[in-house]
């Protein structure tokens, strides 16, 4: 089996940003939100992008043209019945992922692999769902997907060989750098990152130093390229609550437990990027 043809199920930034990188590296697209009018509206935000690109000098017309021939959109699910690969990146909610897993496993064809993009659940719950848990997987892109390199790798107690296999020369096909971990909350780069940041802002409500300040003191400092509450912001709060409510069921590490700002926070909606308002402001 070959990777030709694959399937995005989310509208948001992460699922935009895997579509474009896709449709870019030569696969088929297809696209598939809650309405025809939210996938539409995706694919014109990529192709606005795709035309900043070409603006810049970044990839030619016919690149473009060829990039936007290879995508089309949908609501209806039964669509991905032909893919190779269909990568789910909606709300991280495990309760929500298999129900779709659930429903993947009925209108995808057999041989198909159900990949997931959390960056923390357990896939094993999601491949469990299915009939056909050897086919399931993680494949973990980072935020924006056009750009980051890196891919996390996911390999479940089920999974067979091949799988992880197809699915790394796919990633490899993305122009990206892939790499294998097992099947444990916040894998590599959440496991490690998340302490760091859930630190930074009980730093903060101690009175160490100003946010402002610790910024500028991880971007001097250790050369990073934006400090941690300026992070916070890009990932948006109630993703990055999630992601430790998660590490912290798994592993009861307190450093995993969330710090009360940040869950006030969330509770205000203040959520970063996204709603305009986090720990700096974006209006």
Same mark, same amino acid.
């Given at each position: 089996?070959?990777?030709?043809?694959?399937?995005?199920?989310? +509208?948001?930034?992460?699922? *935009?940003?895997?579509?474009?990188?896709?449709?870019?590296?030569?696969?088929?697209?297809?696209?598939?939100?809650?309405?025809?009018?939210?996938?539409?509206?995706? %694919?014109?935000?990529?192709?606005? *992008?795709?035309?900043?690109? /070409?603006?810049?000098?970044?990839?030619?017309?016919?690149?473009?043209?060829?990039?936007?021939?290879? $995508?089309?959109?949908?609501? @209806?699910?039964?669509?991905?019945?032909?893919?190779?690969?269909? %990568?789910? +990146?909606?709300?991280?909610?495990? @309760?929500?992922?298999?129900?779709?897993?659930?429903?993947?496993?009925?209108?995808?064809?057999?041989?198909?692999?159900?990949?997931?993009?959390? +960056?923390?659940?357990?896939?094993?719950?999601?491949?469990?769902?299915?009939?056909?848990?050897? &086919?399931?997987?993680? =494949?973990?892109?980072?935020?924006?997907?056009?750009?980051? *390199? &890196? =891919?996390?790798?996911?390999?479940? $107690?089920?999974? /067979?060989? +091949?799988?992880?296999?197809?699915?790394?020369?796919?990633?490899?096909?993305?122009?990206?750098? !892939?790499?294998?971990?097992?099947?444990?909350?916040?894998?590599?780069?959440?496991?490690? /990152?998340?302490?760091? $940041?859930?630190?930074?802002?009980?730093?903060?409500?101690?009175?160490?130093?100003?946010?402002?300040?610790?910024?500028?003191?991880?971007?001097?400092?250790?050369? #990073?390229?934006?400090?941690? #509450?300026? &992070?916070?912001?890009?990932?948006?709060?109630?993703?990055?609550?999630?992601?430790? @409510?998660?590490?912290?069921?798994? #592993?009861?590490? !307190?450093?995993?437990?969330?710090?009360?700002?940040?869950?006030?926070?969330?509770?205000?909606?203040?959520?970063?990027?996204?709603?305009?308002?986090? #720990?700096?402001?974006?209006?």
């Amino acid at each position: 089996m070959s990777i030709k043809k694959v399937g995005i199920i989310g +509208s948001g930034i992460m699922g *935009s940003g895997i579509a474009q990188l896709c449709a870019q590296s030569g696969f088929e697209v297809v696209v598939r939100s809650r309405s025809n009018a939210t996938a539409q509206d995706m %694919i014109a935000g990529i192709e606005k *992008s795709l035309n900043k690109l /070409l603006e810049k000098g970044k990839i030619q017309e016919p690149d473009r043209d060829g990039t936007i021939s290879r $995508l089309s959109g949908t609501s @209806d699910l039964s669509k991905l019945s032909d893919c190779d690969l269909v %990568i789910e +990146s909606v709300l991280e909610d495990l @309760d929500t992922k298999k129900h779709l897993f659930i429903e993947l496993d009925r209108v995808c064809k057999p041989d198909a692999i159900i990949a997931t993009n959390t +960056s923390t659940l357990p896939v094993i719950e999601m491949a469990m769902a299915t009939g056909r848990p050897e &086919l399931v997987c993680g =494949v973990h892109f980072f935020n924006p997907a056009t750009v980051m *390199s &890196l =891919v996390e790798v996911v390999r479940p $107690l089920t999974a /067979l060989d +091949s799988t992880i296999d197809l699915v790394t020369e796919f990633a490899l096909a993305c122009g990206k750098t !892939p790499v294998a971990v097992k099947d444990q909350a916040g894998f590599i780069v959440n496991a490690l /990152l998340f302490p760091y $940041l859930n630190n930074a802002v009980r730093m903060l409500e101690n009175s160490v130093a100003t946010m402002e300040d610790i910024d500028a003191a991880m971007k001097g400092g250790c050369g #990073f390229p934006m400090g941690p #509450f300026a &992070l916070l912001d890009l990932v948006g709060l109630d993703t990055s609550l999630a992601i430790l @409510d998660a590490l912290y069921d798994e #592993f009861k590490d !307190p450093n995993y437990a969330a710090v009360p700002t940040l869950r006030r926070m969330v509770a205000a909606e203040l959520l970063g990027r996204k709603s305009g308002k986090g #720990f700096y402001n974006y209006g």
